[in-house]
């Protein structure tokens, strides 16, 4: 059974990055299926507006519900998943990537402005499963950039579309710390050396410079991810 995922947004031209590349052979293997969906389509006035001055007052615009409801109806049923990205949702991640990609139906509701009015989710939240995901503690201009990072994170993950599953594998091992660093030909380049355990042939002295490496790169860019932190 393909993932199949809805986006909905007033910038469809932000998703045709996904026909390139590995995103696009996991369209055509038929793995994935992705529509991209016009918010203005599902608007009924003559401007087809989208937004409106938020209640309570303060600065920017607010999604008016409307359009959502609409466009959102035309694509759901029982086994979607709807993901909002935004700011204040709960932190994406690998795991979060993993289960997605096992999901049936992820329908992506890219809001710009200040946001999607909250009934949107209020609404639909009795009805499928809703999640508010954030990608990271910065304020992007709209959910477009997030729904790209989040589907390409969760599509490579799906059973099949990446060609060497082997990549996976490693990938897991070398949680909870980040990636050591890695090296190719040639052997020097302007004056700097690959270091000489990867041309050993040593595989046990290798992978064990590279947890080393690892944690000497945790440990100086992301301490957050030792163990016991
Ligand atoms: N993580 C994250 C999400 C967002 C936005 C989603 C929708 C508008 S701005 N910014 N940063």
Known sequence: MPLRIDVITIFPDYFAPLQLSLMGKAQQSGLVTIAIHDLREFTSDRHRSVDDTPYGGGAGMVMTPEPWGQAID???????????????????????????????????????????????????????????????????????????????????????????????????????????????????????????????????????WRAEQSTIRTTHNRPDLLPGS
């Not at 201009?141 to 490579?156: F, Q």
């Open 74 to 208: 035309a694509v759901v049923t029982d086994q979607s998943t709807l993901i909002v990205p935004t700011p204040a949702g709960k932190l994406f991640s690998q795991p979060v990537a993993a289960e997605l990609a096992h999901s049936t139906h992820l329908i992506f509701a890219c809001g710009r402005y200040e946001g999607i009015d909250q009934r949107v989710v209020e609404y639909y939240r009795p009805r499928i499963d809703v999640r508010e995901l954030s990608i990271g503690d910065y304020v992007l201009a709209g959910g477009d950039v997030a729904t790209l990072a989040m589907i390409e994170a969760s599509v490579r993950l799906v059973p099949g579309v990446l060609g060497n599953p082997e990549s996976l594998v490693e990938e897991s091992h070398q949680l909870p710390g980040v990636e050591y660093p890695s090296y190719t030909k040639p052997p020097t380049w302007r004056g700097l050396d690959v270091p000489e355990v990867l041309l050993s042939g040593h595989h046990d002295q290798i992978a064990r």
